[in-house]
C-alpha cells in the first residue's frame, strides 16, 4: 500500500499564481483532511472531508478550496498566491473519527510564495 | 478557546532513561488525545490514543496517561534510545470530527 501520496514535493509560486495540491490514499479511508505547519506553530487545520461530496472548513480555510469527488483524493486549491501561504502543507487520512484510531500522514508538500 | 500545550520546546534526556513529555490543555474537556511522532521533513507518524474513561495506554516501550482533573497527559519512553530523538505531538478531539495539534516538543535522546 502506498497510504497517503501528496503531490508536489516542493513548489515555488509566484504571489497572484495558482496551484492545485495533490492528495491521494489508498486505505479506503472515508476522512480526509488538510493541514498547514508553519516553523514553531504546530499544525492546523485547513479543510476536512467525512466522505465524498463532503467538505468542511477548519480553523484557517480563506485563501483555500476543497473537492471531494471520490473516497481517494482530496485536491487543496490555491487561487490567488500569498507570501503568507507559504507554509508545509500536510494530508492525513483515517477511517472513521478521530477517536477510533490515529491519522496517516503524507510526506508534506513544502510550498514557497515569493 | 480551546487551548492545548506542550511543555518546552526541547528536552534533553540521556540514553537508557525514561523520557517523559507532558501535554496540558484549557478551557475544554477532550474525549480522547493522540499522540504523534514527527521527524524532520516527514510527516507525522500516529503513535497512541488514549480515551477520556482510559487511565494510562501502553504499547511497548511507550506510556499515555490521561488525567481529566489536571486536564493533563504524559508521554513516556522508557529505555530511551538516539533514534527515539524526534518532536512529538499532542492532539485533542471533542464530539465532532477533527482534532487540534499542539506545537509539539522536540526530545534528545543523548548517547
Request: one cysteine or more; glycine letters at 8%; a positive charge.
Given at each position: 500500500n502506498a497510504g497517503v501520496t501528496q503531490t508536489p514535493k516542493f513548489r515555488i509560486l509566484k504571489i497572484g499564481q495558482s496551484m492545485t495540491l495533490q492528495c491521494a490514499q489508498?486505505?479506503?479511508?472515508?476522512y480526509m483532511y488538510w493541514y498547514r505547519q508553519d516553523p514553531g506553530m504546530g499544525l492546523k487545520l485547513i479543510y476536512y472531508s467525512v466522505g465524498a461530496g463532503i467538505t468542511d472548513k477548519g480553523e484557517v480555510p480563506n485563501g483555500y478550496n476543497v473537492s471531494r469527488s471520490t473516497t481517494e483524493d482530496f485536491p487543496l486549491r490555491l487561487e490567488l498566491a500569498a507570501p503568507s501561504q507559504t507554509s508545509v502543507y500536510f494530508c492525513a487520512s483515517s477511517y472513521g473519527r478521530p477517536d477510533w484510531d490515529g491519522y496517516t500522514f503524507g510526506s508534506g508538500t513544502r510550498l514557497t510564495v515569493v | 478557546s480551546q487551548k492545548i500545550e506542550q511543555n518546552s520546546e526541547a528536552l534533553n534526556i540521556q540514553e537508557g532513561k525514561t523520557a517523559t513529555l507532558t501535554c496540558n490543555y484549557t478551557n475544554y474537556s477532550p474525549a480522547y488525545l493522540q499522540w504523534y511522532r514527527q521527524d524532520p521533513g516527514r510527516g507525522p507518524v500516529f503513535l497512541l490514543l488514549i480515551r477520556e474513561n482510559e487511565k494510562e495506554k501502553r504499547k511497548e516501550r511507550l506510556k499515555v496517561t490521561f488525567d481529566t482533573t489536571l486536564k493533563q497527559s504524559l508521554f513516556h519512553i522508557t529505555a530511551?534510545?538516539?533514534?527515539?530523538s524526534a518532536t512529538y505531538l499532542c492532539a485533542h478531539g471533542g464530539r465532532d470530527d477533527k482534532i487540534i495539534f499542539g506545537k509539539g516538543t522536540r526530545l534528545h535522546i543523548l548517547p
Amino acid at each position: 500500500n502506498a497510504g497517503v501520496t501528496q503531490t508536489p514535493k516542493f513548489r515555488i509560486l509566484k504571489i497572484g499564481q495558482s496551484m492545485t495540491l495533490q492528495c491521494a490514499q489508498d486505505m479506503n479511508h472515508n476522512y480526509m483532511y488538510w493541514y498547514r505547519q508553519d516553523p514553531g506553530m504546530g499544525l492546523k487545520l485547513i479543510y476536512y472531508s467525512v466522505g465524498a461530496g463532503i467538505t468542511d472548513k477548519g480553523e484557517v480555510p480563506n485563501g483555500y478550496n476543497v473537492s471531494r469527488s471520490t473516497t481517494e483524493d482530496f485536491p487543496l486549491r490555491l487561487e490567488l498566491a500569498a507570501p503568507s501561504q507559504t507554509s508545509v502543507y500536510f494530508c492525513a487520512s483515517s477511517y472513521g473519527r478521530p477517536d477510533w484510531d490515529g491519522y496517516t500522514f503524507g510526506s508534506g508538500t513544502r510550498l514557497t510564495v515569493v | 478557546s480551546q487551548k492545548i500545550e506542550q511543555n518546552s520546546e526541547a528536552l534533553n534526556i540521556q540514553e537508557g532513561k525514561t523520557a517523559t513529555l507532558t501535554c496540558n490543555y484549557t478551557n475544554y474537556s477532550p474525549a480522547y488525545l493522540q499522540w504523534y511522532r514527527q521527524d524532520p521533513g516527514r510527516g507525522p507518524v500516529f503513535l497512541l490514543l488514549i480515551r477520556e474513561n482510559e487511565k494510562e495506554k501502553r504499547k511497548e516501550r511507550l506510556k499515555v496517561t490521561f488525567d481529566t482533573t489536571l486536564k493533563q497527559s504524559l508521554f513516556h519512553i522508557t529505555a530511551s534510545q538516539p533514534a527515539d530523538s524526534a518532536t512529538y505531538l499532542c492532539a485533542h478531539g471533542g464530539r465532532d470530527d477533527k482534532i487540534i495539534f499542539g506545537k509539539g516538543t522536540r526530545l534528545h535522546i543523548l548517547p
